[in-house]
């Protein structure tokens, strides 16, 4: 099978540009979740989709939203970055996001805003 | 709030030595699962080891092996015989609830020196 597929890999916008990252979970998992890693504050969860619904969101502002087709593959998008939105933004799939599943991460997006 | 605490943030191990990563977590759920995960330069985060809560006997993956202790809600991972593909940043992280998000502590820094 293959793993959870991130692009772009690397990007570079300037402040006030919007950004949209897209994640294909592994074949047969329906559940998506969003990660945002920087050096100072580590892995913080942006939210969770599953079966196309948001079910589980973190605690970041409004500029930054999600959604999940119904193939499961799934997009966030960033509204007017921000400096501090640069990071290395990680997607990772699981079958149904149960309690007891793996979550297998994608290689990640590294997002710099100038 | 729910919290993973890793005290060490590098660490460095000679070649087939043997190394311990501590990490500590607060909750107050009884059942949850506790996970390693790590992630080596550039490439992406893969799975370690996983424990499940309600079981005492500890969790072993080849070398990787975890000490749990619920009632200190510790759990340390242990290294044996290190290879220099250990070198990565290894994150400890809890799930909770059944479509909750995954917490994650800071990471520690392991470098496995020749």
């Known amino acids: 099978k293959a793993g959870v597929t991130q692009t772009p890999r690397y990007l570079i916008k300037t402040r006030g540009q919007q950004v949209t990252l897209s994640c294909s979970p592994i074949?047969?998992?329906?559940?998506v979740s969003w990660y945002q890693q920087t050096p100072g504050q580590g892995l913080q969860f942006l939210f969770e989709?599953?079966?196309?619904?948001?079910?589980n969101k973190g605690n970041f502002p409004g500029r930054f939203s999600g959604r999940q087709f119904s193939n499961s593959r799934s997009e966030m998008n960033v509204s007017t970055l921000e400096l501090g939105d640069s990071a290395l933004y990680l997607c990772?799939?699981?079958?149904?996001?149960?309690?007891?599943?793996?979550?297998?991460f994608g290689p990640g997006t590294r997002l710099l805003v100038l | 709030a729910q919290t993973v605490t890793q005290s060490q943030p590098e660490m460095s191990v000679q070649e087939a030595e043997t190394v311990t990563l501590s990490c500590t977590y607060d909750?107050?759920?009884?059942?949850?699962?506790l996970f390693w995960y790590k992630q080596p330069p550039s490439r992406q985060m893969i799975l370690v080891i996983r424990?499940?809560?309600?079981?005492?006997q500890n969790a072993t993956e080849n070398r990787f092996s975890v000490n749990f202790q619920k009632a200190a809600k510790s759990f340390s991972l242990k290294i044996s015989d290190s290879q220099l593909g250990d070198t990565a940043m290894y994150f400890c992280?809890?799930?909770?609830?059944?479509?909750?998000?995954?917490?994650f502590g800071p990471g520690t820094r392991l470098s496995v020196l020749p």
């Open positions: 989709y599953f079966s196309e619904t948001q079910r």
């Open positions: 990772a799939s699981s079958p149904s996001g149960g309690l007891e599943e793996t979550q297998y």
């Open positions: 424990q499940e809560a309600y079981k005492q």
């Open positions: 909750t107050s759920e009884n059942n949850y699962y």
């Open positions: 074949s047969g998992h329906r559940s």
């Open positions: 992280a809890f799930r909770v609830n059944y479509g909750q998000n995954f917490v």
